[in-house]
């Protein structure tokens, strides 16, 4: 089984837990972390870590869902990972989230199933101008 | 005389290489090459993998103490390319001042909160020897502004004394 936590600059996770709630139904298993102003990355990065930590010893993964490359959410991410094995996506959208949220239970390796929601999220973003256009 | 043409933007921002900055600063000072002045993060290896990572493609990153970064000051070294300085803490900020820095202007962008200090501008919290150490530079005729993005009025320092350490003025 794995354990999901959406982590991003302000309200983005708990927004997309809420749509993905609307078009998933309720969800388990699965959290929100979000930055707020003043925040330092630092806290940030001790409350993913604990919270990972936690996780890794109920469940056989733990998937991180980060909103921006590069931003504290993602950096946190990746001072966890020096001494926690878990797994970590950056540019969380809608598509992916779902994907990641109702994948998990599927009998498919877990590789696999990291490749299925990267696929997801860059799938998810089409030019739609273009694509009636193309119709 | 040292030269500081390349240095397109200082500022103060203890979260240092984040969103504000990845995806607004870089873009609107147009540096392409980062200089984190931080004591403590020149020695600690892991911790300055974490910024240059999340730095994105293109984009050189290069941690120093305050020495090593004032030596390159005065040596006229950082000539090739726009730079964008990031300190961590005001107190490296001081150190290289002290050491002979002088822009014509800094910019604090986040300063997080702790005991001795009290929250001065959105995201800033200042001590009552940060807010000196400010001044000093002011007096040095070195612009200090408060802001977050670029999209924001600009705050200037005497605004800041004023309202948060009138003993001082």
């Known amino acids: 089984m794995t354990y999901i936590i959406l982590a991003s600059h302000g309200d983005l996770a708990g927004g997309m837990l809420n749509s993905v709630q609307l078009l998933a139904g309720p969800q388990k298993d699965i959290s929100i972390l979000m930055l707020k102003p003043g925040n330092s990355l ?53 598509p992916m989230t779902l994907e990641a ?23 998810g973003v089409i030019d739609l101008n273009k694509k009636l256009a193309l119709n | 005389m040292a030269n500081y043409d390349n240095i397109k933007l200082i500022r103060v921002d203890e979260r240092l290489i984040h969103g504000q900055v990845v995806t607004q600063w870089l873009n609107k000072s147009e540096a392409n090459k980062i200089i984190i002045v931080d004591q403590f993060l020149s020695t600690n290896d892991f911790l300055s993998n974490v910024y240059v990572m ?6 050189d990153v290069l ?6 970064f004032m030596k390159k000051i005065n040596n006229n070294e950082l000539n090739a390319g726009k ?30 909160s702790s005991d001795d200090r009290k929250v001065v501008y959105q995201s800033v919290s200042l001590s009552e020897t940060e807010a000196k150490d400010l001044l000093e530079l002011q007096n040095k005729n070195i612009k200090v502004y408060f802001q977050q993005v670029p999209g924001e009025k600009p705050v200037d320092l005497n605004e800041i004394i004023k309202k948060h350490f009138s003993n001082l003025n």
Do not use: W
Request: with cysteine; hydrophobic share 40%; charged share 20%.
């Open chain 1, 42 to 94: 630092e806290v940030f990065a001790k409350k993913l870590s604990s919270k990972i930590q936690e996780k890794l010893q109920d469940y056989d993964h733990v998937l991180v869902l980060t909103d921006l490359f590069g931003g504290s959410p993602s950096n946190s991410a990746i001072i966890a990972m020096k001494n926690l094995s878990f797994q970590c996506i950056t540019g969380i959208n809608l």
């Open chain 1, 101 to 123: 949220v109702l994948d998990r239970n599927q009998n498919i390796k877990f590789d696999e199933y990291i490749q299925k929601i990267k696929n997801a999220g860059r799938n």
């Open chain 2, 54 to 59: 999340a730095a994105p493609a293109g984009t």
């Open chain 2, 63 to 68: 941690v120093l103490n305050p020495e090593d």
């Open chain 2, 83 to 112: 730079y964008l300085i990031l300190f961590k803490l005001i107190d490296n900020l001081k150190k290289c001042f002290d050491l002979g820095f002088s822009p014509s202007e800094i910019q604090i962008g986040n300063v997080g």
